[in-house]
């Protein structure tokens, strides 16, 4: 599961890649190390063409995760005598998110593989852990770094993010997984993000239809370990 990444191209040349139209970032500083809940950019399609964003990162989690959350919260707290309103308990049950999506037919996911709720997550490196590794093991396109993509989905969700926060309404955004290809499998042999390099590979997962974009959701070849041991990849 990748739940660390770095993005330090600058919003220009985002927006000059991704043929932007209108940008919603102010000043977007270099960002070496994007964990769950941290606001980062994508790019989605809007009514006047490709819009630059920033999204906190997790998707909504499962009502069956929430379900299941709650019901631990409420039994926690009539084991210590008190009294349960279990449906408010529900609806403030904190959610930090799904970061990554592997089973895209869960009825979960389905509603969001419109195009509408499409976008890409612009990127440069991203982390495995893996302890005996030496801790967080970074993979790039190639050394120099050079600006790619996730295939991701976004929302507008309300939700309860933090129970410092309580209740707020925010854009999320997640991508996609899949099977590892040979340069991750050794570092982690589960999943790795699903990348998108070309301009027709991201053209069509922000614009065809599901069954099409989907194809995409498969192991790209190469990827180059670029960094070890470290929670930030700021080269």
Known sequence: MCNLYSITTNQAAISALFRVVNRYVGNLAPMPGVFPDYKAPIVRNGAEGRELTTARWGMPSSSKALMDA????????????????????????????????????????????????????????????????????????????PLAVFAGIWTNWTSVRK?????????????????????????????????????QEIETWLTAPAEEALRHQRPIDGLKIVARGVKGDGV
């Open 163 to 199: 129970v410092k926060e309580g209740e707020t309404t925010n854009d999320l955004f997640g991508f996609l997984t899949t099977a590892p290809n040979a340069v991750v499998a050794p570092i982690h042999p589960k999943a790795m993000p699903v990348i998108l390099t070309t301009e």
């Open 70 to 145: 709650t019901k631990k919260r409420a039994e926690k707290l009539q084991a210590k005598g008190k009294t349960v309103d279990f449906k408010e308990l529900l609806r403030m049950e904190p959610d930090g998110g799904t970061t990554n999506i592997r089973n895209v037919k869960s009825k979960h996911w389905t509603r969001w593989l419109g195009t509408e709720n499409r976008c890409v997550v612009p990127f440069n490196s991203f982390s495995e852990f893996n302890k005996a590794e030496g801790g967080d093991v970074w993979f790039a396109l190639d050394e120099s770094r």
